[in-house]
């Protein structure tokens, strides 16, 4: 019944991608719990990082109070601060490491379902843009699709944004989002002031 009700509906494809997406972020935070977030490896790297991180928070806060002022504390109270970020830099980067192991497997599965959608989907509008994007966006939203109204979206470019939406709130809401302190946490990580 309620597939012939979904089916009845013009919202019908655009829903089926949404859940679709829903189905493949719930299998692929299961594949990296299964690989990666289980393991007693990723929790001591992760605990690592977190104790690293709030002990260069607290050095930094008590580094700004004014009865840290005679020089030589402040020399090395900066060697301690750089090895603390060094190690910090380095758990971060072996956190990565041993992420980009279930990032293959997830990759797969995405590409097969990906495949799988644009086959169900190639060359059919599955929602309609409430205004009409830029033109960059245009491009993308439009791929496939025949026709000259910009308002339709096509597969492709609703499935990108379920994806990328859906995967990193599953990720915070289950807590497997990156830890605090972790560099490059985000998409676009900070530059290291230090480095220029």
Known sequence: MASALLSGSK???GLTVVGISLCTAVVCEAISWILIYRTASYKSLKSTIDKASKKLE???????????????????????MDRVESSLKESSRDLSIFKFKSGGVVALVLFMVFGLLNSLFEGKAVAKIPFIPIRLVQKMSHRGLT??????CSMAFLYLL?????????????GFSPPRGAAGAGLFPMPDPKSS
């Open 11 to 13: 919202y019908s494809d």
């Open 58 to 80: 607290t050095m930094k806060t008590t580094d700004a109070s004014p009865a840290s002022s005679n020089l030589l504390k402040k020399s090395s109270k900066i060697k301690k």
């Open 147 to 152: 026709g000259d109204d910009m308002t339709d």
């Open 162 to 174: 379920c994806s990328i939406s859906i995967r990193t709130n599953l990720q915070k809401f289950l």
